[in-house]
């Protein structure tokens, strides 16, 4: 019934995954009862319209040769996978249970328990496995012990005839990313072009893709607008599977879910997924277990704020880095411009089993001073500052797009004499992991003269502005228009930074 | 390719929703270029499946006849929704733009609009609507204006035979709440009972459901976990569409987004819909639809903590009740008891256009002292206090399950000889819209030692403790065991509490 089963299974059949079955225990129950009361679609209908090849097995309780021979068809089709659709009784052999939702969401209870056993006539005593059962299974050990060897000859012989390809399986397959990769990360200086971060994050995509043989993704339809495209490669498709641009489709949901699988794969695989910041709504779900799962995907979001401009509101991300900050073992990470976007490729990487946001900007954004791929690594740092003895008269404090109004504010502010530092807080996660002297030498505590400047939520800034300081954010839904106007109207400006900060100090 | 189009349109066919006819736009061009890349499946077969009835138009350019034709079908079938696709030349009539991408995203510019005026005949200046097509749309508005004299004119009559039913309907139509609705909350005092405020929840909604006639809802496939089902009514089915509970299925994006329909169609329906509150991951697409159309759908999330036990981190919401609260226009409530169940109803009833989330427990909570419907509506409030002067020596803050904790070290602490306040903060975005007075009088400035506890994520709640409070909570995903046990091991007790009282004041 989940609609990320249709975009998934939709995507099988257009990959033509013939070495696919999936078995669907038909069993008519769900929690609320019977599935009548609100799941009446003819699933194999369904299927087949997804191109899959379906077969029904009718008697799933005890139809033994059936399955065998489901099985077997399924396995000699290979052009489309299979859905084995096993019409099954729920709790079968219990006799006063089976066929009831009781038996979904908890257990037969010791009573019941004993009476299915006396109807299946099954005499032994739980967790005991009786002799023919173990020796019948027990053929597996020595079969499996088989398949293992000729695979290890056959890849043995592939080494040898190809070692530089067997290198590059080796190293996806134990996960070692190759010596040096880091070095591909383009590096910026001031005088670089202004560029959005989207941009920037497609040439790190493509540096990297040259050197991380297991570096493969796309976007939910929008490549074009996330910039995800890897230049020298091709689509992945059903007759190119060796090539590494993804095509998801309007799928968000079931992409996350099918790079969770990808980075589950191999630890040496690195899947990178896209779409707008906001779309991430979509898909939550599946961004949630990647880092439940520990599944180090990279999410490539672009349109990060209300500067993607004209498509309004619900393009707009809000509440989203908020809510991402919130949630256990994710790297938020929201680069400024070229450096950071590279240092932030370069953090994504490195945390296999932590995935990482990035949050990217569609509008043009200026190479600043002082950013550097080595200060992302610590999620806060210091870009500039005149003052001295750790002991500035404000500290403000931007990310992403919105340092650039935290470095203006402070060029001006610096012009007044004042002794301003500028803090880029391009991941949270990261800045909270770093020592105590480290984060006191960024924020000292006796500097309670703060100004945060982010185009989304001020939710969860008082941590970092505390009380006396100020957070300059957006607490409300977008609007459509130009990103210069909409930044002014709602007051993300170099003036309100000024202002706010002459007030506390 | 969404999958809420799937779930939606399953539940169509379900319904066997005979009114609906859907136009879907076969222009095998999506953003990244022709749909070939990622959508390949036979729409019109999966359709099928769903137990829609399917027409094909095939030339939707400029087959008119054909349209109107497939809509007088469509009309015809009365026990089906209807899918009618329609093949056409995405930008048809542009000469050099029409069937490529370049349409969907972006204006074809005042070059190419020249042309494809050219090309399709059209002499006419930019706005101009030619005095034969006035004519042609104007007949409908004296056919509107026969249709709604024909309406009222019916209307009338049926006042007259069923007042009663007639006022009921109109109410719905104007939305207007019945007089002394809020009569029917159940009110608990600290005697009643100890209980989830799932079972709370239920009792609500069942006492609601008597006065107020477009009260209606339900469950994605766990109304006897949200306690949802309204019990004087049976469900709601193709053939018994006046009955009220509503079987969403496995579908919760779906269930959002019709919820948001029904509240949007009109203003005196309300809508509920329910399921576990971490899979609100699964549904947040359409709560922020929700939020920003003004859509005041009332959500009923249970099992909102670690508090649901066994089923363990994949079931355990941290970060969602921050995720809610950084959301603009939404109220996150998290009652504590029986009254502010009561209360967060009377809240979520009254705001008929911003939706409310209401987090609910899995497990039995006491009746406490202090609670009440007033108080919820504050979002903030006191429930107990033996300081004078508004000087207390501490000030525990809890939400939901954990307010029991905070007023249990509240109890410890006083027997010490402390002056001790307990807040509950029961929704976040109403306590901030109260005045400074009242705020003020609730959590004073002078007051820094502050302990905070819920079992959730800590992201937002320096905003209430200050830099030299303690906010105890959860910052890592959840674990499987009985809640008792987990609370214990996750330190969500109130020794955590009262340890961190002790050094603050």
């Given at each position: 019934m989940e609609g990320i089963s249709n975009e998934a299974c939709s995507l099988a059949g257009h990959w033509g995954l013939g070495k696919l079955i999936a078995f669907y225990d038909d069993n008519h129950i769900s929690i609320d009862g019977d599935t009548e009361i609100a799941f009446t679609e003819s699933v194999d209908t369904r299927f087949e319209g997804l191109g899959w090849h379906v077969i029904w097995v009718k008697n799933g309780n005890t139809g033994y040769d059936d399955i065998r021979a489901a099985i077997k068809e399924a396995k000699a089709v290979k052009d489309k996978p299979t859905l084995i659709k096993i019409t099954t009784t729920i709790g079968f052999g219990s006799p006063n249970k089976a066929n009831s939702y009781s038996v979904h969401g908890s257990a037969l209870g010791a009573k019941e328990v004993e009476a299915t056993r006396k109807n299946l006539g099954w005499p032994y005593e739980p967790f005991h496995v009786p002799e023919d059962v173990k020796n019948h299974w027990s053929r597996h050990v020595s079969e499996g012990a088989a398949f293992e060897a000729e695979w290890n000859a056959k890849f043995a012989e592939y080494e040898k005839k190809y070692p530089e390809e067997a290198a590059e399986l080796k190293s996806i397959i134990i996960g070692e990313l190759p010596a040096g990769w880091e070095k591909a990360l383009p590096t910026y200086t001031a005088e670089s072009p202004a560029d959005a971060t989207r941009n920037l994050s497609q040439q790190n995509l493509n540096a990297l893709a040259k050197v991380l043989p297991g570096?493969?993704?796309?976007?939910?339809?929008?490549?074009?607008?996330?910039?995800?495209?890897?230049?020298?490669?091709?689509?992945?498709?059903?007759n190119t599977p060796e090539e590494r641009n993804v095509r998801f489709g309007v799928r968000e949901h079931g992409m996350g879910s099918i790079c969770n699988g990808i980075a589950l794969h191999s630890p040496g695989l690195i899947p990178y997924c896209a779409t707008f910041f906001v779309f991430t709504d979509y898909m939550r779900a599946a961004i949630r277990i990647s880092a439940l799962s520990e599944a180090g995907v990279i999410y490539v979001m672009t349109h990060d704020s209300i500067g993607l401009g004209e498509d309004g509101p619900t393009h707009q991300p809000i509440e989203h880095l908020a809510s991402f900050?919130?949630?256990?073992?994710?790297?938020?990470?929201?680069?400024?411009?070229?450096?950071?976007?590279?240092g932030a490729y370069k953090v994504a990487v490195l945390n296999r089993k932590r995935p990482s946001v990035l949050a990217l900007s569609r509008q043009k954004l200026p190479q600043l001073l002082g950013t550097s791929i080595e200060g992302v690594a610590k999620g806060g740092y210091t870009i500039s500052d005149n003052s001295t003895g750790n002991k500035p008269d404000v500290i403000l404090v931007g990310t992403g797009s919105e340092l650039e109004i935290a470095a203006k504010a402070a060029d001006e502010l610096r012009k007044e004499g004042k002794a301003v530092r500028v803090v880029s807080l391009v991941s949270w996660e990261l800045f909270d992991e770093q020592s105590d002297v480290y984060k006191e030498s960024i924020l000292p505590a006796s500097v309670t003269a703060r100004v945060s400047i982010e185009a989304g939520s001020t939710f969860g800034w008082e941590k970092i502005v505390g009380p006396k300081g100020k957070a300059i954010g957006i607490d409300r839904f977008g609007a459509s228009a130009p990103?210069?106007?909409?930044?002014?109207?709602?007051?993300?400006?170099?003036?309100?930074?000024?202002?706010?900060?002459?007030?506390?100090?």
């Open positions: 570096l493969l993704g796309g976007s939910a339809d929008l490549a074009s607008s996330n910039m995800t495209l890897l230049k020298m490669f091709g689509d992945f498709q059903r900050r919130a949630m256990p073992n994710i790297l938020m990470l929201r680069p400024a411009d070229g450096n950071e976007t590279a990103a210069g106007k909409i930044y002014k109207e709602f007051g993300i400006t170099a003036e309100a930074v000024i202002a706010a900060a002459k007030e506390l100090c």
